[in-house]
């Protein structure tokens, strides 16, 4: 096994995506034609533009609600959309994402994630196996599943939620993709029955939360099921051809932990390589987002 040190990774390829400012526990970011200022519990410095300039720029911003992290509503100027569609567009990639304000401050993309749909895109068509398989493991609104689809992948696609897969088939559907397994499961569970029947993936993505619930009101922590669910990944993941990535938003979780934690699950794997993901806003200020692991023996 060969271990890169740790890296810090952005994606390269955004037009229609700008993250403009951050500081002050906010960001402004650009998805297409608007512009949404949002908190951002990271960004613990000062913003670059001055708060008449943020409040000029936005279209929407998010209030939290009182007490809460997460919850809350978006505060529209006249003319602001709730839905509109931003693309993805390389020289390999042609992807199309329907966007929406949540009541959670999210809008169905992780821009940051960029940077793996192009790694999924390389990987896949790399590979010496007709139409690999692909599973995308708490897969939220699909972007690594529309990219593997491109691809030429056999994409199986599992989310606990209802509404998340009719959003992900939405951004399939406006990709001009088809034929996406959806799968509405506790992500444990499924990958737990595919060990039992013998099933293996040339490809698996695995970007838990947290915290979260199973459809069933399975209970999902992250700190206590994460070593768990590698091990079992690890009995599904083809041994020959394969690739694996790894994303943790959890702020407890360093890259040496989850470096760990894959090594001991996947100790003959190779083309290792983790750190810290990133976005740099207009003025050259980090703002980190997670980390990630992933390897590909091509």
């Given at each position: 096994?060969?271990?890169?040190?740790?890296?810090?990774?952005?994606p390269k390829n955004w037009k229609a995506y700008q993250l403009l400012d951050s500081g002050g526990f906010e960001k402004l970011e650009k998805f297409g034609d608007y512009i949404l200022r949002r908190p951002e519990p990271q960004a613990a410095?000062?913003?670059?533009?001055?708060?008449?300039?943020?409040?000029?720029?936005?279209?929407?911003?998010?209030?939290?609600?009182?007490?809460?992290?997460?919850?809350?509503?978006?505060?529209?100027?006249?003319?602001?959309?709730?839905?509109?569609?931003?693309?993805?567009?390389?020289?390999?990639?042609?992807?199309?994402?329907?966007?929406?304000?949540?009541?959670?401050?999210?809008?169905?993309?992780?821009?940051?994630?960029?940077?793996?749909?192009?790694?999924?895109?390389?990987?896949?068509?790399?590979?010496?196996?007709?139409?690999?398989?692909?599973?995308?493991?708490?897969?939220?609104?699909?972007?690594?599943?529309?990219?593997?689809?491109?691809?030429?992948?056999?994409?199986?696609?599992?989310?606990?939620?209802?509404?998340?897969?009719?959003?992900?088939?939405?951004?399939?559907?406006?990709?001009?993709?088809?034929?996406?397994?959806?799968?509405?499961?506790?992500?444990?569970?499924?990958?737990?029955?595919?060990?039992?029947?013998?099933?293996?993936?040339?490809?698996?993505?695995?970007?838990?939360?947290?915290?979260?619930?199973?459809?069933?009101?399975?209970?999902?922590?992250?700190?206590?099921?994460?070593?768990?669910?590698?091990?079992?990944?690890?009995?599904?993941?083809?041994?020959?051809?394969?690739?694996?990535?790894?994303?943790?938003?959890?702020?407890?979780?360093?890259?040496?932990?989850?470096?760990?934690?894959?090594?001991?699950?996947?100790?003959?794997?190779?083309?290792?390589?983790?750190?810290?993901?990133?976005?740099?806003?207009?003025?050259?200020?980090?703002?980190?987002?997670?980390?990630?692991?992933?390897?590909?023996?091509?």
């Amino acid at each position: 096994m060969s271990t890169t040190v740790i890296q810090t990774a952005t994606p390269k390829n955004w037009k229609a995506y700008q993250l403009l400012d951050s500081g002050g526990f906010e960001k402004l970011e650009k998805f297409g034609d608007y512009i949404l200022r949002r908190p951002e519990p990271q960004a613990a410095w000062d913003k670059s533009l001055s708060e008449l300039e943020w409040q000029n720029k936005a279209h929407a911003y998010f209030k939290k609600d009182k007490g809460s992290q997460e919850k809350g509503e978006w505060m529209l100027k006249k003319g602001m959309v709730d839905r509109w569609y931003m693309p993805y567009q390389t020289a390999t990639l042609n992807l199309n994402f329907k966007l929406a304000l949540s009541s959670f401050k999210h809008v169905g993309i992780f821009p940051e994630q960029a940077m793996n749909w192009d790694f999924i895109m390389e990987k896949v068509k790399k590979m010496p196996v007709k139409n690999p398989k692909v599973l995308n493991l708490f897969a939220y609104t699909g972007g690594a599943s529309i990219a593997a689809k491109q691809a030429g992948a056999d994409v199986t696609h599992v989310d606990s939620i209802k509404q998340v897969i009719s959003w992900s088939r939405d951004n399939m559907e406006a990709s001009q993709l088809d034929n996406i397994r959806w799968v509405v499961e506790d992500a444990m569970k499924f990958v737990r029955r595919e060990a039992k029947r013998g099933n293996v993936y040339q490809g698996i993505i695995l970007d838990p939360p947290a915290y979260g619930r199973g459809p069933d009101g399975e209970k999902w922590i992250l700190e206590e099921q994460i070593n768990e669910m590698l091990k079992t990944v690890a009995q599904i993941l083809d041994k020959e051809n394969y690739f694996l990535i790894l994303n943790m938003y959890s702020m407890g979780f360093s890259s040496l932990i989850v470096e760990n934690l894959v090594k001991c699950s996947f100790e003959h794997s190779k083309n290792h390589e983790f750190g810290e993901l990133y976005l740099e806003d207009s003025f050259k200020k980090k703002l980190p987002l997670g980390v990630y692991y992933r390897f590909a023996s091509i």
